[in-house]
């Protein structure tokens, strides 16, 4: 099991530096920003000093979109990126949800993200293509491979994903639901004539290592966080079409203030039962954690995307590095 983290863009520049650093000399093997330009500093500038700053790590997105991000913009930026980091980028990409809400807009349609990642990956990777009817190239680029992940629960985004993508990203620490999520990519995969196993799969959630109830209190956040997509897709389709462990406990949410989104604390939050962080998110002990890593692993899990926005960032970095890494270092995602 591969190991990254992602950071929203609210420290400063300095820490964001700092533990990016660390992570990497911790064991982490990529490193992930939240793309919210309203909510947080813009995440391109950073993620090129993060790409000075370290040697092997791969960098990315957790998620851009095709709305805020025209799609020849983000491409331009990758592959600047791309040249800067010796091709360590990746573009993780979405339709779009605290970026565009908290404009008053709604998330892009799945056709406009489809389009999206055809014209990002094309263009970065020095091939012309046709957007809008005008054939376009960066003459410039580098050309360094630029792998894809696309973030999405419903339907039509994992099928999207297996045809298209070369990882899934899957905002959720729940190794039965991550098995209903991972089964519909791989199987949209072979339909499309690839081979399902090559389609990585991140499980991307906090992660807390200490005092439980300390620990769930930390992360309560992202349940209501994740609920925000729930609620599309009980909107979008029957609920017999979705697990049920997905969709019963949005029932009580009331609403959502996007000004205090992934924030520990959030009034946000308070419908989020403890069973339901204990399911979503990594709390405990570290053999709780590296228990549930090894659950995830069976269950398909190539990377482990540690959500690093619990207020005591160094020490669960130090924490992983030591005690969880390790164990989990010879641990092989299943596959099916």
């Known amino acids: 099991m591969r190991f990254g983290f992602t950071l929203k863009p609210g420290h400063s520049i300095e820490r964001t530096i700092a533990l990016t650093k660390q992570a990497e000399a911790a064991g982490f093997e990529y490193g992930w920003l939240f793309d919210g330009h ?45 040249e800067l980091s010796g091709g360590r980028m990746d573009l993780g990409i979405g339709r779009g949800d605290s970026a565009l ?11 406009d993200l489809e389009q999206a990642v055809h014209v990002i990956r094309a263009l970065v990777e020095g091939r012309s293509i046709e957007f809008e009817g005008t054939m376009l190239e960066l003459s410039w680029t580098s050309g360094h491979p630029l792998p894809v992940w696309i973030a999405g629960y419903g339907p039509v985004a994992l099928k999207l994903t297996g045809r298209l993508a070369d990882g899934a990203m899957l905002q959720i620490g729940d190794p039965a639901l991550i098995r209903w999520f991972s089964s519909q ?26 005092d439980l109830a300390d620990g769930r209190d930390r992360t309560r956040w992202f349940p209501a966080l994740v609920a925000n997509h729930v ?4 909107n979008k389709y029957p609920r017999e079409d979705l697990p049920e462990e997905l969709t019963s406990y949005v029932r009580d949410r009331e609403g959502y203030d996007y000004l205090h989104h992934a924030e520990v604390g959030s009034s ?69």
């Open 231 to 234: 609620v599309d897709l009980v």
């Open 38 to 82: 309203v909510l947080w500093r813009d995440p391109y500038p950073l993620l090129a000093l993060m790409a000075q700053a370290t040697k092997k790590m791969r960098l990315g997105t957790c998620v851009t979109n095709p709305a805020t991000r025209e799609p020849t913009v983000t491409a331009s930026s990758l592959a600047v990126l791309s």
């Open 268 to 336: 946000n939050a308070s419908f989020v039962t403890d069973e339901i962080v204990d399911r979503f998110c990594l709390v405990g002990s570290p053999d709780q954690h590296i228990a549930r890593l090894r659950d995830l692993a069976e269950a398909g899990v190539d990377q482990f995307n540690l959500y690093l926005m619990n207020g005591n960032e160094e020490e669960q970095l130090e924490i992983y590095g030591r005690e969880i890494i390790p164990a989990l270092r010879d641990v092989a995602p299943t596959r099916a």
């Open 101 to 111: 809400r908290v404009l008053g807009k709604a998330p892009t349609t799945m056709k």
């Open 185 to 210: 990519v791989r199987a949209s995969a072979a339909e499309a004539g690839r081979d399902p196993n090559a389609v990585q799969v991140m499980a991307a959630a906090p992660a807390h290592v200490g």
